[in-house]
Structures are given as C-alpha cells and as structure tokens.
C-alpha cells in the first residue's frame, strides 16, 4: 500500500467498560480489535462478528466491548479512507496539471 494506516485510537469513554473486565479479557479484546482495525483498513475483515469467531475464549462482556470498540473503529477508519483517497485525488490532479517534478516539490513545501 502506498499509505497505510499506523494505528487506531481507543477512546476514554471505554475506560469504565474495560476496568470492568478481568485482565486476561481485555488483552482478548485489545488483541481481537488489533486484528479487525487491521484488517478493517485492508479491506480484509468488514464485520467484527468475523473476527469474533476467532476468540472462542472471549467472555460476553468483552465481546460487548469489542463491538462498541469495533464501531468506533469502523467510523474511523471510514473516515481515514476518504481522506486518504482526496489526497490522491489531489497529487493526481497537481501533477496533471504542473506536471510530476513541479507537483513534488509543491507537495513538500506545503507540508
């Protein structure tokens, strides 16, 4: 890929949830919501019930939790992919118009 995505961001209001959970179920839950924001980016994974199915072990509550999470990762990750494709839009249109040198050197100097 030509930008992929680094990270994803967990939010305070899941806090409460999470401290509700025994240790073992959180590292079940961070470890499942790694693999679906990865694979949620890629294009992979576009339901968190299939990446569920891989976590036997994982309690309802933190199945709850990963689902709430999961939401907010498929929000974000939605927005992250428009914005990423104006952006090409972008450097495709500068280098149609000024031509790929020219459109380089603008795009560094306005970062």
Same mark, same amino acid.
Do not use: I
């Given at each position: 890929?030509?930008?992929?995505?680094?990270?994803?961001?967990?939010y305070?209001?899941?806090?409460?949830?999470?401290?509700?959970?025994?240790?073992?179920?959180r590292g079940l839950?961070?470890?499942?919501?790694?693999q679906?924001?990865?694979?949620?980016w890629?294009?992979?994974?576009?339901?968190?019930e299939?990446?569920?199915?891989r976590?036997p072990?994982?309690?309802?509550?933190? @199945?709850? &939790?990963? *689902?709430f999470?999961?939401?907010?990762?498929? #929000?974000?990750?939605? /927005?992250?992919? !428009? $914005?990423? @494709?104006? &952006?090409? *839009?972008?450097?495709?249109?500068?280098?149609? #118009?000024f031509?790929? /040198?020219?459109? !380089? $050197?603008l795009?560094?100097?306005?970062?």
């Amino acid at each position: 890929m030509n930008n992929p995505k680094r990270g994803f961001v967990v939010y305070f209001d899941n806090y409460p949830m999470l401290l509700a959970m025994p240790p073992e179920q959180r590292g079940l839950l961070f470890t499942a919501l790694m693999q679906y924001a990865d694979g949620r980016w890629r294009g992979e994974v576009t339901d968190p019930e299939e990446v569920l199915v891989r976590w036997p072990d994982m309690g309802a509550q933190a @199945q709850m &939790g990963f *689902r709430f999470m999961a939401s907010a990762v498929d #929000r974000d990750t939605q /927005r992250w992919l !428009l $914005r990423r @494709q104006a &952006g090409e *839009r972008r450097r495709q249109q500068t280098r149609q #118009r000024f031509g790929c /040198r020219f459109a !380089l $050197r603008l795009l560094h100097r306005n970062y």
